[in-house]
């Protein structure tokens, strides 16, 4: 009795299931690449803004200080 397959029911290729649907998060993944495209991105764009801000804060104190 093993290998004997129970008859299917009738009418059970009528209407076949509809489509599962598929979550947004599931189809919107980031690639692994992308991710550090964007982290290096940040990364680069802190960079650049922590150094203009240096720039100006120095620019500043040698202004005042040789005016003194």
Known sequence: ??????PLPPGW???P???S?????????MQVWQIAVVATAAALLA?????TVYRI????HNTTSSTA
């Open 1 to 6: 009795m093993k290998g004997t397959r129970h």
């Open 13 to 15: 290729n009528k209407h």
């Open 17 to 19: 299931p509809l489509p």
């Open 21 to 29: 649907h598929a979550h947004a998060v599931i189809t919107s993944v």
């Open 47 to 51: 960079a650049a803004l922590a150094m």
């Open 57 to 60: 804060r120095v620019t500043r």
